[in-house]
């Protein structure tokens, strides 16, 4: 991405997302989803790879669903500021909740991979077991997207 492409795309989330808690909420979804897929990095395509990528995938696609309850929220209950807009408090925890349950994702992912790496090949038993770790703290990213889309349509 070119800088000026940068610079149109941070203009464009200014105007949706504001400058308040829900471009930082947002931003702290993309963080958490970039450390995710950091863990993936520098990883041979095994058993536990391919796991990881289908979960890191399931995880990218929920990607526009926040955005899209930030840039409602912003619409609705407009954020400049550090102060949670009245009667936005649920829609900023589930956004929250759901960042940081990413971020505990992320953990799970780094720890899988340290886990079954110095084990080597052939360990499908454990990859299964890590992986099944993994898939729930993301399952619980998933839910928590779907609290922040039904707060944010109560907040309409």
């Known amino acids: 991405m070119g800088f000026f492409a940068g610079l149109r795309g941070a203009r464009r989330d200014n105007k949706e997302l504001g400058l308040g808690v829900w471009r930082r909420a947002h931003d702290r979804f993309e963080r958490g989803l970039d450390r995710f897929h950091q863990v993936l990095e520098g990883i041979e395509g095994d058993e536990l790879y391919n796991g990881l990528v289908e979960i ?4 990218a696609d929920l990607q ?17 500021g550090t102060d949670i807009p009245a009667g936005a408090d649920v829609v900023h925890r589930a956004l929250s909740k759901a960042a940081n349950d990413l971020a505990m ?24 077991h890590v992986l099944e770790n993994v898939a729930r703290r993301a399952e619980t990213v998933a839910a928590g997207v779907r609290h922040a889309e039904e707060a ?5």
Do not use: F, I
Not at 65 to 79: H, I, T, W
Not at 152 to 156: A, D, H, K, Y
């Open 56 to 59: 890191a995938n399931g995880l």
């Open 64 to 80: 526009q669903p926040v955005r899209a309850v930030c840039r409602r929220a912003q619409e609705l209950k407009p954020s400049t």
């Open 105 to 128: 994702a992320a953990q799970a992912a780094a720890m899988a991979r340290l886990e079954v790496e110095p084990l080597g090949a052939g360990t499908t038993g454990n990859d299964l």
């Open 152 to 156: 944010v349509l109560r907040l309409s």
